[in-house]
């Protein structure tokens, strides 16, 4: 049978999340790195390349170790982007409640976007991999904070909790995309089915009415207050929001 190599560590089921295990394996040689010096390097890797080119080895290269000596605090890949995640959630301020939930947690989005703004990789983990350490659980607390006067089940301000997130990873995706893509050809695609004649509820966007509102991210959208001209960011974040919470 073949010696299993550090990388098939990233197969194994651990028990528990990353935060409830030793910081360091028991056995072995004393502690030379941290998990968050380890985080920390990732999180840079993955600002300056993206999230596949996060693995253990190029990690440990960037800290001029040798992989296997990762696993000793950092038991899988997973873990590794379960701590990322939770890493950047420290970059929130979270200012005492102002009582007024919607500018409160309008301030909480703002924030949302511009750390996913700083890291590009981060808007696909709030999506596909969710993670809630103590960084993510102090977020959590603080929207809790601020809709304690809220008459809205506990279980429905958590549920606003998690669609504040997952919306605004979605708008953060999809201004990535059109940033790395020429929008205006989506755009003049659009206003071509406009004109021809078979598509009337699309026409009917670019007239008077619609004000162009489906030519691209928000075009002709109303925003909210705080937002750039054009942007329905939270606009629309606040119609979610006062639907989850009724």
Do not use: C
Request: no cysteine; glycine share 10%.
């Amino acid at each position: 049978m073949a010696t299993p190599t550090p990388e098939a560590h990233v197969t194994q089921r651990q028990d528990g999340p990353i935060w409830l295990r030793p910081e360091q394996a028991r056995a072995g040689r004393p502690a030379e790195r941290s998990r968050a010096e380890i985080t920390a390097a990732a999180v840079e890797l993955a600002d300056r390349e993206g999230l596949d080119a996060v693995s253990m080895r190029r990690v440990a290269t960037a800290l001029g170790t040798g992989a296997a000596s990762l696993y000793r605090y950092v038991a899988t890949r997973d873990d590794l982007l379960d701590l990322m995640t939770d890493s950047v959630a420290a970059e929130y301020d979270l200012p005492a409640p102002s009582g007024d939930w919607q500018t409160d947690l309008l301030t909480v989005a703002r924030q949302a976007r511009q750390i996913m703004r700083r890291h590009p990789w981060l808007p696909a983990q709030v999506i596909g991999r969710p993670a809630l350490g103590p960084h993510g659980a102090d977020l959590l607390e603080h929207v809790l904070a601020v809709l304690a006067d809220h008459p809205a089940a506990a279980a429905r301000k958590v549920e606003a909790f998690a669609l504040l997130g997952g919306m605004t990873a979605l708008f953060a995706q999809n201004e990535a995309a059109a940033a790395a893509d020429d929008a205006t050809h989506r755009t003049a695609y659009l206003r071509r089915l406009a004109a021809d004649g078979g598509h009337p509820r699309i026409a009917a966007l670019f007239g008077p009415a619609g004000a162009g509102a489906g030519a691209g991210a928000g075009e002709g959208a109303s925003a909210g207050v705080g937002a750039a001209p054009g942007d329905p960011f939270e606009d629309v974040l606040v119609r979610a929001l006062g639907g989850v919470l009724g």
